[in-house]
């Protein structure tokens, strides 16, 4: 793999360029906390620009009518993904401080498999019903119902999983007959900027998908999200910044999309089959924890808390020397994204200790392994769901394990949060399993294992996680509003 990115360049009416001022801004590689490469750091002017491309585009060509164009086309830059994988790879694990076991996982066959799923999803939307003849008001009707393309939408995505999700909003919404302005995350310019190079490659009409980077997040954020020429905002990230989005859309009633924070339960009954090897698989490790529906909460049984702990201390033991090597694929934990979050999820550790937790595993940075942001792999026992570090959303490598009395109880504390995004549940008896996760307010849920999270299922949260499904057939309706005609007869 190279050691350096290529330019990461915006893509605004069908044009590859840098600013219109010639700005850049560096690309930090988490790995090393050092410059790979850099970005064109947008004007006001370049996203003016955009936003006209894209209104422009979904006014006045075919692009929200002619859906077998656009099927064609979008499988098209599915097709140019998969043949740039490797490519890919090397942007998620430099740009985004992926281990090459993760990168190859969720980062890039996650979104690449993704892609394919909402094309086949694509052939089972209803894009139009009929709702036969009826006599109202002495007026007999012809009746149908036809769903209909929003308009432009502003496509604002995190760096944890770029390109990840990058896809599950910008190939929806394309194939839905949207026009996109994607706008990635300062963290993780490239991955947004290559998606205006594969969709140029491929022969995408001019504006309907544009690409801004830039280093102020705020200044094209605040525009894009307060221009009344933008129809729809499909965030993810902060729930901080969520809320601004929402105060930001409502002068225009724009609809607004968003996938927050979480902080997930991993609930494991005492009945769960290899109850020790259930505890040591759920290390909050994958992507130094930086996921948003991953399971940081581990609730185990007060009858087996001692059993599980121990089971922990086993786990990270061994992982601790298995994570931050560089182009290893069978590591799946590198640094995190930056020094701010390094800072940051360093922080919470220390609070964790001053709460009262008990670490029993890393609590601290990890400089043995490089000038990068890396963070030990952490674990708190003794945890109490009314302490901040089980409380707030961490975004590192910190599990927290709390214990309960019976499954109520679980339900109760699982339950006991502003978030509610995933879960899981494990148990010998699958009904019991069931009962539980059917009672678990949030999102996507696995039982017993089960992959809950893929590109043909909808994926979204409920309470402070936010509102909206992507993703599925659903992730493709999100972007379509109805229209009701009626015909009259005779």
Not at 174 to 201: F, N, Q, R, W
Not at 249 to 271: C, H, P, Q, V, Y
Not at 300 to 313: D, G, H, M, N, Q
Not at 351 to 377: D, M, R, S, T, W
Request: overall charge negative.
């Amino acid at each position: 793999m190279s050691n350096t990115l290529p330019d990461a360049k915006l893509y605004i009416d069908g044009v590859i360029r840098s600013s219109s001022n010639d700005a850049w801004f560096d690309n930090i590689n988490p790995w090393t906390a050092e410059s790979c490469g850099r970005a064109a750091d947008a004007t006001e002017g370049d996203v003016e620009e955009a936003i006209v491309a894209a209104r422009r585009a979904f006014d006045e060509s075919d692009w929200s009518t002619n859906r077998d164009k656009r099927f064609e086309l979008v499988s098209k830059l599915v097709d140019e993904m998969f043949a740039q994988r490797e490519h890919l790879t090397n942007i998620a694990c430099l740009e985004a401080g992926a281990a090459l076991g993760a990168a190859n996982r969720a980062h890039i066959d996650g979104a690449l498999n993704g892609g394919k799923d909402l094309l086949e999803c694509f052939k089972k939307v209803e894009w139009e019903s009929d709702r036969g003849n009826k006599v109202d008001m002495g007026i007999k009707s012809h009746r149908i119902v036809v769903n209909e393309p929003l308009g432009v939408v502003a496509a604002i995505t995190p760096w944890n999983v770029p390109l990840y999700v990058n896809v599950g909003k910008v190939i929806a919404a394309l194939l839905a007959g949207c026009t996109v302005i994607l706008k990635p995350a300062p963290d993780t310019p490239l991955m947004g900027s290559v998606m205006g190079e594969m969709a140029d490659k491929v022969g995408l009409p001019k504006g309907v998908l544009n690409v801004i980077t830039s280093a102020d997040p705020a200044m094209a954020g605040e525009m894009l999200t307060r221009d009344p020429r933008v129809d729809v905002v499909s965030f993810t990230g902060s729930t901080v910044v969520g809320k601004r989005i929402m105060e930001n859309g409502a002068s225009t009633l724009k609809r607004i999309f968003l996938e927050l924070g979480g902080k997930s339960a991993n609930i494991i009954l005492e009945d769960t089959p290899d109850f020790q090897i259930s505890c040591m698989m759920g290390m909050a490790v994958f992507h130094a924890g930086q996921g948003c529906a991953m399971p940081t909460r581990m609730l185990v049984p007060k009858s087996r808390y001692e059993e599980a702990v121990e089971a922990l201390k086993i786990s990270y033991g061994a992982f601790s020397q298995k994570w931050g090597e560089f182009g290893n694929p069978e590591h799946i934990m590198g640094p995190v994204i930056s020094k701010k979050q390094h800072e940051r999820v360093l922080g919470y550790i220390e609070l964790g200790k001053e709460e009262g937790a008990q670490c029993i595993a890393g609590g601290g940075p990890a400089p043995e392994k490089g000038n990068g942001f890396f963070v030990q792999p952490t674990c708190f026992v003794n945890v109490t769901n009314d302490m901040r570090i089980a409380r707030e959303e961490i975004f590192g490598p910190v599990l927290v394990v709390i214990p309960f009395e019976d499954d109520e109880d679980a339900i109760r504390i699982a339950n006991d949060s502003e978030y509610g995004l995933g879960g899981s549940v494990m148990s010998g008896d699958q009904e019991r399993a069931m009962n539980v996760a059917r009672r678990i307010r949030a999102g996507a849920i696995s039982v017993n294992g089960g992959m809950s999270i893929t590109g043909d299922l909808p994926f979204g949260g409920f309470k402070g996680s936010g509102m909206g499904r992507e993703w599925g057939v659903e992730g493709i309706e999100d972007f379509l509003d109805t229209k009701a005609i009626a015909v009259k007869v005779g």
